[in-house]
């Protein structure tokens, strides 16, 4: 009996996974022809391709134009003082003398460059005064320089320019010391404003290859030199050239400059000037020379060192070689 009930049973398992086994084989053929009913043939079933032309018009567009303008004109101011002082009890064993020293520069320049016209103005005021124990004041520098240059552009390099330049001193100077290199008992006066002025028109063309130098030539120059004071004469045998009991005397000449206004490194600038004047109806020993340079260096923002030189030679003034130099520690302001 348990036999057979043994073996129904197993029938019935067998039975039962004949049955499972052909639910499974239909369902993945009908799986399989579902997805044979939805297969698309690209060949017959591709949808069609509908291309439409673009079309592209011009179109206005309000523009609202910024307000901008051009500023043609350059302007830069420099402003140095410089001041040192020293004093000495009357019992300092080393010696010396109380001093006070102001020194002042001035340097401004504009230009209008819209080419092919230029216009360059150029001002230079420079002046210092020494007081010694004893000694009173005494001028350690003095001149007044105005330069006008109006140009037109005739290539790349080269203007065709006219100039107007004046130079003078402001207030009078004194020679204190005798031929012999002793020192003068009583200082005698040698110049003073306008004795001598010098107002010097130019034409002619100009070469500038860069923006800080330049170079004219002058083909057509013309200076008047002026003494007001009729009586410096006695003591500048000269006269700066003006014929005794004149005021003016006029000359014409070939005149060069060279001009060099550059910043040598981000602290330090060098700005000098060169002119050479060759007179037309007198010898070539007249020729004068002109050198005027100034090196400034910035150790801050307000604070610089100076230094002025000025080499010149005029044998209406001197047979030598004249010179000055000052050395200067003191305010720098400069604008821009």
Do not use: C
Request: proline residues 4%; glycine residues 6%; aromatic residues 14%.
């Amino acid at each position: 009996m348990l036999k057979t009930v043994s073996g129904v049973f197993f029938l019935l398992l067998f039975g039962f996974i004949i049955s499972a086994k052909a639910q499974n084989t239909d369902s993945l053929k009908s799986d399989t022809n579902q997805l044979n009913r939805y297969r698309v043939d690209p060949g017959h079933n591709a949808l069609p391709n509908i291309l439409r032309p673009i079309k592209i018009q011009p179109s206005q567009l309000p523009v609202n134009l910024l307000d901008y303008k051009i500023n043609y004109w350059h302007k830069s101011l420099i402003f140095g003082l410089n001041f040192s002082q020293s004093s000495f009890t009357n019992n300092y064993s080393a010696g010396g003398i109380s001093a006070i020293a102001l020194g002042s520069n001035l340097d401004f320049k504009t230009e209008y460059n819209k080419k092919p016209f230029d216009f360059a103005s150029e001002t230079n005021l420079v002046y210092g005064v020494s007081k010694n124990k004893g000694q009173g004041s005494r001028k350690t520098n003095d001149r007044i320089f105005f330069d006008n240059k109006v140009a037109t552009q005739l290539s790349k390099k080269w203007f065709f320019f006219g100039s107007l330049t004046f130079e003078s001193q402001f207030s009078a100077g004194y020679n204190y010391t005798n031929p012999d290199g002793s020192n003068a008992q009583n200082p005698y006066l040698i110049s003073d404003f306008m004795s001598p002025g010098y107002l010097t028109e130019s034409l002619g063309f100009e070469y500038k290859p860069v923006k800080y130098f330049d170079l004219r030539l002058g083909t057509g120059t013309a200076r008047q030199t002026f003494v007001l004071d009729t009586t410096i004469y006695h003591n500048q045998a000269g006269n700066y050239g003006v014929p005794i009991d004149h005021t003016v005397y006029n000359e014409l000449a070939v005149q060069v400059v060279a001009q060099l206004d550059k910043d040598l490194s981000k602290n330090v600038h060098i700005n000098a000037r060169y002119a050479v004047f060759i007179p037309y109806i007198q010898p070539l020993a007249y020729t004068s020379h002109r050198l005027d340079a100034t090196l400034t260096a910035k150790v801050t923002r307000l604070i610089a060192m100076t230094v002025n030189t000025t080499v010149l030679y005029d044998k209406n003034t001197s047979t030598a070689i004249q010179g000055t130099e000052g050395l200067a520690l003191g305010m720098l302001y400069k604008f821009p």
